[in-house]
């Protein structure tokens, strides 16, 4: 057995590929809204790095590496801890398997998330370094990111518990509703706390009761409260602020009315105008620059909230770019009235915006 004492957690000055982390994670709702067994959260942050990197177009690469430093933000623990941790992420990253079924075939094909049978820059952790390559025969499935979800890595990175990460990317595909309600087995399943199901019938177990076993909470009550307890406390301010309640079926008439949903009300569509552009402004440092640019000449808040996110960041940055040439020095063609003016360009650039993804739906 390896002598844990002379484990050093000594950094590497550089890798051979420098991580270089998307500010916008892009979640693939078909591995978003699938069953998951509960993982740590450094596994959960090891994922978000890695899809971080993964470009807009392009292949997959043949693996990633990411410090421990970037995975690990606690202080002060001694590198004994750190091994630990990263071991545990590694255990967690190589029992995940796909399952391809065709029952009418009768067909099964399991495949691992990783790549296990490299010999230059397998898989493992190694002087500081997490290496994960994963199984190239799920390229497609890892790179199909035509329905995804975005949001910002920093407040990503920043939850400490798994719940709050898996929360966020479940709630953040509905941040435009004022509630969403999901079926209580379908959330189970989400949470990492589904039914209990045979290894070799795949068919869900039952107690001597006849009720059905369930990995962790029993009851729907306490699986509601301890899988939202983090969230709560941590969502606060952000666009995904929340208060949550049961739904009960009340027709049966009789005793404690079963639950049959779960309902998460979202606080962000309540809020003011200057409250959601508060709540932008501390997930997306970028959106904060554009709103200060913006301000600058004087454009409402109203109209930020309501065109924003439709002309998206890249046009509205044009914009500022253009306004600001043509405020500069020496110009010929200066804005005469620049609030007027440029309230007036967002307000029409966002309504053609807004006709553009209406066409489209």
């Not at 595909?173 to 004022?178: G, I, L, Q, V, W």
């Not at 076993?213 to 709560?232: C, F, G, N, V, W």
């Not at 002309?311 to 620049?338: C, V």
Request: glycine letters at 4%; one cysteine or more; a positive charge.
């Amino acid at each position: 057995m390896a002598d844990f004492k002379d484990l050093q957690l000594v950094l590497p000055l550089d890798l051979e590929q420098e991580p270089i982390y998307k500010d916008l994670v892009k979640q693939n709702w078909q591995f978003t809204f699938s069953r998951q067994t509960m993982t740590s959260v450094y596994t959960k942050r090891v994922i978000g790095l890695i899809v971080a990197q993964m470009k807009e177009e392009g292949d997959m690469r043949a693996y990633y590496q990411i410090r421990a430093a970037d995975i690990i933000k606690e202080t002060g623990l001694d590198k004994i801890e750190v091994y630990k941790r990263l071991r545990t992420v590694i255990y967690e990253l190589v029992h995940v398997v796909f399952f391809f079924e065709n029952e009418k075939e009768e067909i099964i094909i399991p495949r691992s998330l990783l790549d296990l049978t490299r010999f230059d820059n397998p898989v493992g952790y190694n002087n500081g370094v997490l290496t994960v390559a994963f199984n190239p025969t799920l390229r497609d499935i890892i790179m199909e990111l035509a329905h995804y979800s975005k949001y910002e890595l920093g407040i990503y990175m920043r939850f400490s518990s798994w719940y709050s990460m898996r929360l966020w990317e479940i709630l953040y595909a509905f941040r435009d509703k004022s509630f969403v309600e999901f079926d209580i087995e379908t959330y189970r399943e989400w949470m990492g706390c589904g039914l209990v199901l045979s290894e070799k019938t795949g068919e869900p177990k039952f107690d001597k009761k006849g009720k059905p076993k369930y990995i962790k909470y029993p009851s729907h009550s306490d699986m509601i409260d301890r899988t939202t307890q983090e969230p709560l406390k941590e969502f606060v301010g952000t666009e995904l602020e929340f208060n949550v309640e049961p739904v009960t079926d009340r027709s049966l008439g009789k005793g404690r009315p079963p639950i049959i949903k779960i309902r998460f009300n979202l606080m962000f569509q309540k809020y003011s105008s200057a409250e959601k552009i508060n709540a932008w402004s501390q997930t997306s440092e970028k959106f904060k620059k554009t709103y200060e640019r913006l301000k600058k000449y004087n454009v409402s808040d109203d109209l930020i909230v309501k065109y924003s996110k439709s002309i998206g960041q890249d046009g509205l940055n044009k914009l500022l770019h253009e306004w600001d040439l043509r405020q500069s020095p020496g110009s010929k063609n200066q804005i005469n009235n620049p609030e007027h003016y440029c309230n007036k360009v967002i307000r029409e650039v966002g309504e053609k915006a807004n006709m553009k993804i209406e066409l489209k739906l």
